[in-house]
Each structure stands twice: as structure tokens, then as C-alpha cells.
């Protein structure tokens, strides 16, 4: 379980046992469904991570709610976007190893994660990640009801694939934007599990540019 799973449980075990004690037992039943909620909601299972070269693992529970190509940057990249309901563990899992190369932070809205317009105007963490010569992309985004999002690694540290790296809390969206190259894996209405689901496989970039130039060198022939 996340650590605060414990803080917002005990707090409502501890109103519950003052409600029941000062305004009897039927007060204290709402305090005590709320810290079963919250201890639940915080749950961290384990997860088999694949072991496949070149996967992309999920970095979230959720639902596929969008798989598209983008334009950033003048460059193409996929980019899918899973929704994460109240009801979905919201422990976030790195989607490659590698490196972190960088963490952006922007302030924004909270429109409902579902909106499309979210993915660039709500309150988000966006995450890069450098391994085996390729750059995975992932957003962390606030939704209606998430408030505050988490995010552990720094800049430079090494993760590994399905690694725990944060969390979002109570209900939210996460994008990842992969190369064009990528091989996907997921369609719009899949469920997928962080760091189990596998979205995509992409191939190391140095095997990438030996078959162009095998292709190149078998076309001069």
C-alpha cells in the first residue's frame, strides 16, 4: 500500500472512533467507510513485469480511452492515452528503462480527464526517458478530481521497466508518446495494468540503423 493510504485511513479511523464515542455508534459508520475507501483506493500490488526486448509497459491502470498519431515538434509520434477512474490502482510505473532526461512540471485546469483538451491544458507532470538509444515520453495529468500529483526520480537517475515512480491521485489521465516506429499493441477500450500491459514494442535504436544500412547495402547490389 502507498504511505498515504495509511495517513487518510487512520485519520478517519480516528474521527470515526471520536463521532461514535461523543454521538454514538450509527455516527461513526461513514468515517469508517471512508478510511476502508482510502485504504483501498491506495493499494500498490505486484506486478510480473515482461521481460520482452523492447517493450512498453503501461505506466498506469486504466482504460485505453485514445491511440493516435500526434505531431510535436514537426515529428510523428503515437500517443495513447489511458483514463484512470476512482476505481483504478493509481500507482504510476516507469514504461521503459533507462534514464530520466528530464521532468516538466506545468500548472493548468482540471477538465474532466476524458476531455481531449486535457492532454494540454490540465495541470500535468511530463516525463522523459532515454534507453536503449530511444525516448519514451510520459504525462502525468490531473483530472476533475485529482489534486496533487506525484512523481519520486530525478533528473539522471537510472529506472527500470515497470518500476514505481509516483502516483496521481483520485481519478486522472496518462499519456505516453512513442516514436513513429513503434510497434503497438493496444486499441481504444483495452484495460490495461501498469507495469503488466505491454502498449508497444520498440526496437533499440542501434538496431534500427543496422537494418537501414543492411537494406542500403543490399539495395547497391
Do not use: C
Amino acid at each position: 500500500m502507498v504511505r498515504d493510504g495509511y495517513f487518510y485511513g487512520v485519520a478517519f479511523i480516528l474521527a470515526a472512533v471520536l463521532v461514535g464515542w461523543f454521538g454514538g455508534p450509527v455516527w461513526a459508520v461513514a468515517p469508517l467507510l471512508l478510511a476502508g475507501f482510502f485504504l483501498w483506493f491506495f493499494r500498490d500490488p505486484e506486478r510480473n513485469i515482461p521481460q520482452s526486448a523492447g517493450a512498453v509497459v503501461s505506466p498506469a491502470d486504466g482504460k485505453v480511452t485514445d491511440v493516435s498519431w500526434v505531431t510535436i515538434g514537426g515529428e510523428k509520434q503515437a500517443r495513447i492515452s489511458i483514463f484512470l477512474s476512482v476505481f483504478d490502482v493509481h500507482v504510476n510505473r516507469s514504461p521503459i528503462a533507462g534514464v530520466v532526461r528530464d521532468i516538466r512540471y506545468q500548472k493548468g485546469k482540471f477538465l474532466n480527464a476524458m476531455n481531449e483538451a486535457s492532454a494540454d491544458q490540465n495541470e500535468q507532470n511530463m516525463v522523459t526517458v532515454e534507453g536503449d538509444g530511444q525516448v519514451v515520453i510520459f504525462k502525468q495529468i490531473a483530472g476533475l478530481l485529482a489534486r496533487r500529483i506525484v512523481f519520486h526520480p530525478k533528473v539522471g537517475d537510472r529506472l527500470e521497466r515497470g518500476q514505481r515512480v509516483g502516483l496521481i491521485k483520485f481519478g486522472s489521465r496518462t499519456d505516453i508518446l512513442l516514436t513513429s516506429a513503434a510497434n503497438l499493441q493496444v486499441k481504444v477500450g483495452d484495460r490495461v495494468r501498469g507495469g503488466a500491459s505491454i502498449l508497444a514494442y520498440m526496437q533499440p535504436k542501434n538496431e534500427l540503423t543496422s537494418v537501414g544500412q543492411h537494406s542500403t547495402n543490399e539495395g547497391a547490389r
